[in-house]
């Protein structure tokens, strides 16, 4: 059964429109993350929640933000989208000072009209 | 910066062989190591971990290797089969980053028939 699961699996939207991606998990985890991935390329962490504690990356850009309403749930907005946002879109979870790894989701591929 | 980097970007191995996917890092404050495997379409699913007080781990035909003096981590599969084809990437964390995770830049893995 999935434990990280995201919808869309695939989203499409036109250039500068809102968009809206969620995470779901099933494990109680307390750290929800969201990446990007390019093609051919390694993942790259944008944020992650630890619990309701929002924690950006420096060189994440301010198009992307996120939300976390509770335990389960995370979401990734993209206030306007690019051509260069079009990438699949990694959620994944953890729980802080164990020595488990992350689980990912399957993605939501972007495509940018 | 420090990172973690692949040696090879691209293995081909003859189905049944062994395959060994190695991977650098160079940050010596890691203190937890994790590949993991990421089919086309699909988020990366973890494989093994290894923590740094270890340097082998083994698991379903697959064995990990850590040699701290050299910052090196490797990942053997045994008799490769076909569903091993993925993209391989290794991953670290660094202690006082707890909850962050440096990935690789990914080693595809073609299984030959």
């Known amino acids: 059964d999935a434990m990280v699961i995201q919808n869309p699996r695939y989203q499409v939207t036109q250039f500068g429109k809102p968009v809206t991606l969620s995470c779901s998990q099933t494990?109680?985890?307390?750290?929800m993350y969201w990446y990007q991935q390019k093609s051919s390329q390694a993942p790259k962490l944008l944020f992650h929640y630890y619990d309701k504690d929002f924690n950006n990356e420096a060189d994440t850009p301010d198009n992307f933000q996120s939300r976390r309403p509770n335990t389960s749930f995370c979401f990734l907005d993209i206030r306007s989208p690019g051509l260069g946002d079009a990438a699949m879109y990694l959620c994944a979870t953890g729980q802080d000072n164990s020595n488990q790894p992350q689980h990912f989701g399957d993605g939501t591929r972007l495509s940018i009209l | 910066g420090e990172s973690v980097g692949l040696h090879l970007p691209t293995l081909s191995v003859q189905e049944g062989d062994n395959s060994i996917i190695n991977c650098a890092y160079s940050n010596s404050a890691s203190d937890y190591f994790i590949w993991y495997k990421q089919e086309s379409g699909k988020g990366p699913q973890f494989i093994i971990d290894?923590?740094?007080?270890?340097d082998k781990r083994q698991g379903q035909r697959v064995t990990v290797l850590l040699n701290k003096t050299v910052k090196h981590l490797s990942l053997q599969i045994a008799a490769t089969q076909p569903g091993d084809s993925a993209v391989y990437f290794c991953a670290e964390r660094t202690r006082g980053s707890a909850r962050q995770l440096t990935f690789g830049s990914g080693t595809q893995l073609t299984v030959l028939p």
């Open positions: 290894i923590r740094s007080n270890m």
């Open positions: 494990l109680n985890h307390n750290v």
